[in-house]
C-alpha cells in the first residue's frame, strides 16, 4: 500500500503518467522511475511508444508500481502523478489524473509546428493554471528549464523535475540519485546530481 | 535473476538462452529493437536483410542448416516475406525456426492494422502470442522447441504493447549449447517443393496442425485460472492484462498458443462458467474459433446477435485495448456493474496539435519544397519522408507501402496520365523493394521521374545500418552500395546525383526533366541531421532587418523558423525569427528568402569573428 497523507494519496498500485516532447528526457526519466520501482521491490511496468517522437511528436510514458500490476497502460483519470516536461503536452493529457491527483509540471513551452506556422495559438500560463484548477489541487510548477541553465546544462532539466518528484514523494535522494548516475554518462554525474538536488528543494 | 526489460530485449534474451545463433530480419516498428538487441549477444550472427522476404530465407536457410534461427519484422514486412513463410510451413525445418511478427494495434506507426495470428492460420503453423515480457523470453525458448518437436516454423505474434513495455524477467544466465554443423539435408522429397512433393507435404502439415492442436491441450502456457464461476474469460496476448485488471473476480483460460486451440480445454472451461466471454484484440481470432467448436458464448440481453461477416460481439475490432475500452464495452454488455464515469474532465479550451514533422535540417524538405513548388502529383512512400504529405509542404499525394512510390508512378504513366508524376522513396526503402519497380520502370520505359532521398542510413525506425552505410548490423565494415551505379545498372540513362541541399539545383533539374521524355532518376544525398557527426556541425543561422516578413520561408515547413511577435512597420506583418537551440544551419531558408534576410553559415561565422 502507497500512502502519502500530504498528498492525499492511498493505493494499492501507484500510477506516474510521463509526457513531454521528443529530445527532453522523458523516456530517461521514466526508465529511473521503472527501476526506482523494481529497486524498491514492486512489480513494475513501464509502456511507451516509440517511432515518432524524435520528429517533434508527443511522448508519452506510463510506470506503475504495485504487489502485482496487469495492464501496462494506465487508465484515463487514474495517474496518481501526471509529470509534465512541457506545459501544452501536460495540459493535453489532463484527464489522465485522478481528481485531485498530482499535476508536476516543468514550467517551459515547446512551441509544436502548428503554433509556430500561426495555424494556432499557445495556450497562456493562466489558462493553464484554470484548467489544472478544475481538476486538481495539488498542482506543482518547477522551472526547470531555468534551473537546469543556471547549471549550465539546458539537457539535465529532465533531472531537476525527478528531484522534484522525488521531494515530492518525500523519498531519500540517496536511494534515487544511484539509479540516475548510472543511467548518464560518467563526466556528468555531478551536475546531474547538482540538479537533482536543486529538484527536491524547488518543493 | 530478475531484469527489467522491454519485450522486444525479452525476445532477443530468450533467443539467445535457447541457442539460437543465427538471426536476419528487416527494422520495423515496433519490432526493431529485437535484432538490435540480440545482435549484441556472444556467439550469435545477427544480420539486417534488404527485406523480409530476403531476409526470413535467410532465417530458413540457417535453420535447414541445423542452427537454431530467428527471423524479425514488423507485421507488414510479414506481407512482404509471405510467399518464404509459406513454403517453410510446408517443408518443415532441421532446427528451430522462429518468425516475430510485431504487429502494431491502433497503428501507432503503421499503415494498416492486420492481425497477423491470421497468417498462422493461413499456413498451418502454431502461433504464440505473449502478454509481457516474462512470456515473451519463456514463449521465445518454447517456440523453438516446439518447432523442433513438431518440424515446423513458429509464429511468435508480438504488439507494440507488449514490445514496447518493460516489465521484471527471471532470466538464466546461460546460453544453450549451439548445435555442432551438421551435414547439410539432402531431401529433396521434403525440401524441394515441386509438385509431386508438395501434393506430398500437404497432408503431412494438415496432420500436423491436427497434432499441435492436440499438444496444445497440455501445453503449460495455456492455463486455466479458477476464480468466480460467474465470468468465465477466455483470452491471449496482451488482452490478458485487462482482463486481469477489470475483472478481478473472472475465471480466465489464459492461451499463450492462440492457434491452433486446444478444444477440449476450451469446451471444459465452457461447462465450468456460467457466462463465458472472448477478450481479445483486433479480430475475433480465438472468437471464431470458438464458435465453430460450437461452444456458447455469452449474449447481452436485448442486443442483436452478431453475424456474418462482423462476427466480433462485445469488444471493438479497431484499435488496441485498454482498461477504460474494457470497462465501457463491458458495462454496455451488462457485464461490469461498477459505476464509472466515462466522461473524463473536460478541458474547454482548444489545444494546439502536435503533429510529427520533418526535423529541422532535414535533407529531405528540399525537394518537397520545390515537389510543393511544382504542384506535380507525387507518389511517396514509406519512411521519414512521408512527413512531406504534412502543412505546409503537403506534397505527397499517394502512399501506401515499402516500394509502392515507384510503381504506383509507373501505373499513372502506363495510364497515360497527362501529368508528369514524381515518385520519392528513400534510400533503405529503395533496396528493400523500389530496385524491381524501377527496373520496370526502365525496362518499359515510363515516363517516372524518381527521387531517391538518400540520407545514408535507415532513418524512421532510429538510424539502422543498410547495404548504402558501409556497416553491418553488428558493425563490421562493409561494402557501401553505389546508388548511381546501381540506377543506371538497372538500364535509367538519365541520372544525377545532388546535394540535397541544393535547391535551386534540384528544381532547375526537375523543370528541365519535366519536358524531356523517358525515365529519370535524381538522387538527393545528404545525412540525416540527426546523426551523431551531423550534429557537431549544427551552426544556426541568423535573420537580418532585411526581413519584411513576405512568409516565403515559413513554407518550407522548418521547426526551427516561424513568427516572430515583432511586426513590420510597412507590411504590418510578422518577422521570421530563427530558434538557435533547434536550427542547425542547413540553410535551406537562407536559399529561399527572396531578400537575403537569412544569413548563410559564412555569414554567420565572419560576423562572429
Not at chain 2, 209 to 237: M, P, Q
Not at chain 2, 246 to 259: E, Q, R, T
Not at chain 2, 353 to 377: D, Q, W
Request: hydrophobic share 40%; proline share 6%; net charge negative.
Amino acid at each position: 500500500m502507497f500512502s502519502f497523507p500530504k498528498l492525499g494519496i492511498k493505493r494499492d498500485v501507484l500510477n506516474f503518467f510521463l509526457v513531454g516532447v521528443g529530445g527532453q528526457g522523458t523516456i530517461l526519466a521514466s526508465n529511473v522511475l521503472a527501476e526506482l520501482g523494481l529497486k524498491l521491490g514492486y512489480d513494475v511496468k513501464k509502456a511507451e511508444i516509440h517511432g515518432m517522437s524524435q520528429r517533434g511528436g508527443s511522448v508519452i510514458s506510463h510506470v506503475r508500481w504495485g504487489e502485482q500490476v496487469f495492464s501496462p497502460i494506465i487508465a484515463k483519470g487514474e495517474a496518481d502523478f501526471l509529470i509534465a516536461f512541457e506545459k501544452l503536452e501536460g495540459l493535453r493529457f489532463l484527464d489522465q489524473i485522478r481528481p485531485d491527483g498530482v499535476f508536476l509540471v516543468n514550467d517551459y513551452q515547446i512551441v509544436p509546428v502548428t503554433v509556430s506556422s500561426g495555424n494556432a495559438i499557445y495556450p497562456s500560463d493562466q489558462d493553464i493554471r484554470e484548467s489544472t484548477h478544475e481538476i486538481t489541487s495539488n498542482n506543482y510548477w518547477v522551472d526547470c528549464r531555468s534551473i537546469a541553465e543556471e547549471l549550465g546544462n539546458v539537457k539535465v532539466a529532465n533531472v531537476v523535475l525527478l528531484g522534484a518528484l522525488c521531494g515530492l514523494m518525500e523519498a531519500e535522494l540517496e536511494t534515487w540519485f544511484p539509479i540516475i548516475a548510472s543511467k548518464v554518462p560518467q563526466k556528468s554525474v555531478e551536475i546531474n546530481r547538482l540538479a537533482f538536488q536543486r529538484g527536491v528543494d524547488a518543493i | 535473476m530478475r531484469r527489467l526489460l522491454s519485450g522486444n530485449e525479452a525476445v532477443a534474451r530468450g533467443a539467445w538462452e535457447a541457442g539460437c545463433s543465427v538471426a536476419s530480419g528487416y527494422p520495423g516498428t515496433p519490432s526493431t529493437e529485437i535484432m538490435e538487441t540480440f545482435a549484441l549477444y556472444p556467439n550469435v550472427y545477427a544480420e539486417w536483410a534488404p527485406n523480409e522476404k530476403v531476409g526470413l530465407d535467410a532465417a530458413i536457410g540457417a535453420a535447414y542448416a541445423g542452427k537454431r534461427s530467428l527471423c524479425t519484422m514488423k507485421h507488414v514486412g510479414l506481407n512482404v516475406a509471405a510467399d518464404a513463410f509459406f513454403y517453410v510451413a510446408m517443408t518443415g525445418i532441421e532446427a528451430g525456426l522462429v518468425i516475430v511478427s510485431a504487429d502494431d494495434p491502433s497503428m501507432h506507426s503503421s499503415q494498416n492494422e492486420q492481425d497477423n495470428r491470421q497468417f498462422a492460420k493461413f499456413a498451418r503453423i502454431p502461433c504464440l502470442d505473449p502478454a509481457d515480457s516474462q512470456e515473451a523470453r519463456d514463449f521465445t525458448i518454447a517456440a523453438y522447441d516446439l518447432s523442433e518437436q513438431f518440424d515446423t516454423p513458429v509464429l511468435l505474434r508480438m504488439t507494440t504493447r507488449v514490445c514496447h513495455t518493460s516489465t521484471a524477467v527471471e532470466v538464466f544466465e546461460q546460453q544453450a549449447t549451439v548445435p555442432d554443423q551438421k551435414k547439410y539435408p539432402r531431401n529433396p522429397l521434403k525440401y524441394v517443393m515441386i509438385p509431386a512433393n508438395a501434393r506430398r507435404r500437404h497432408p503431412v502439415i494438415e496432420a500436423r496442425i491436427a497434432d499441435i492442436s492436440e499438444f496444445a491441450e497440455t501445453f503449460i502456457h495455456n492455463r486455466v485460472e479458477y476464480r468466480g464461476k460467474d465470468l468465465g474469460i477466455i483470452t491471449g496476448g496482451v488482452a490478458y492484462q485487462y482482463a486481469r485488471e477489470v475483472f478481478p473476480d473472472a475465471s480466465i483460460l489464459k492461451l499463450g498458443m492462440v492457434y491452433p486451440l486446444p478444444k477440449k480445454m476450451i469446451t471444459e472451461f465452457a461447462k465450468n462458467v456460467k457466462n463465458l466471454i472472448v477478450l481479445e484484440e483486433l479480430d475475433p481470432f480465438i472468437e471464431d474459433q470458438v464458435r465453430a467448436m460450437g461452444v456458447k458464448l455469452y449474449q447481452p440481453a436485448g442486443k442483436a446477435e452478431q453475424s456474418y461477416p462482423l462476427t466480433k460481439s462485445i469488444f471493438p475490432i479497431f484499435g488496441e485495448l485498454n482498461p477504460a475500452i474494457v470497462r465501457q464495452f463491458a458495462n454496455e454488455a451488462g457485464l461490469y456493474a461498477a459505476e464509472i464515469d466515462f466522461e473524463t474532465a473536460p478541458i474547454s479550451l482548444e489545444l494546439p496539435a502536435r503533429p510529427p514533422s520533418l526535423c529541422p535540417g532535414c535533407p529531405h524538405r528540399s525537394s518537397f519544397y520545390v515537389l510543393s513548388k511544382l504542384k506535380i502529383p507525387v507518389n511517396g512512400d514509406i519512411g521519414c519522408y512521408t512527413l512531406g504529405v504534412a502543412p505546409p509542404l503537403s506534397a505527397i499525394d499517394t502512399c501506401g507501402c515499402m516500394g509502392a512510390s515507384i510503381g504506383v508512378a509507373h501505373g499513372a504513366a502506363i495510364a497515360g496520365d497527362p501529368e508528369r508524376h514524381v515518385a520519392v522513396v528513400g534510400d533503405s526503402t529503395f533496396f528493400h523493394s523500389g530496385i524491381p519497380a524501377l527496373i520496370n520502370v526502365a525496362y518499359n520505359q515510363s515516363n517516372v521521374i524518381t527521387i531517391i532521398m538518400d540520407n545514408r542510413v535507415t532513418g524512421m525506425t532510429g538510424h539502422q545500418e543498410n547495404p548504402g552505410t558501409g556497416k553491418t548490423l553488428q558493425n563490421e565494415a562493409t561494402i557501401s552500395l553505389d546508388i548511381e551505379q546501381l540506377v543506371k545498372a538497372c538500364g535509367i540513362e538519365k541520372v544525377l546525383t545532388v546535394e540535397a541541399f541544393e535547391v535551386d539545383l534540384i528544381e532547375k533539374t526537375l523543370r528541365t526533366w519535366m519536358k524531356e521524355e523517358g525515365p529519370a532518376v535524381m538522387i538527393t544525398r545528404e545525412p540525416c541531421a540527426l546523426l551523431p557527426e551531423q550534429r557537431k556541425r549544427y551552426i544556426p543561422l541568423e535573420v537580418t532587418d532585411q526581413c519584411n516578413g513576405c512568409t516565403v520561408c515559413f513554407r518550407i515547413g522548418c521547426p526551427a523558423i516561424s513568427k516572430s511577435e515583432i511586426l513590420d512597420p510597412k507590411y504590418n506583418r510578422p518577422l521570421a525569427i530563427i530558434n538557435a537551440s533547434l536550427c542547425t544551419g542547413c540553410e535551406i531558408c537562407a536559399q529561399v528568402c527572396p531578400r537575403d534576410a537569412i544569413l548563410f553559415k559564412s555569414q554567420v561565422l565572419a560576423k562572429s569573428n
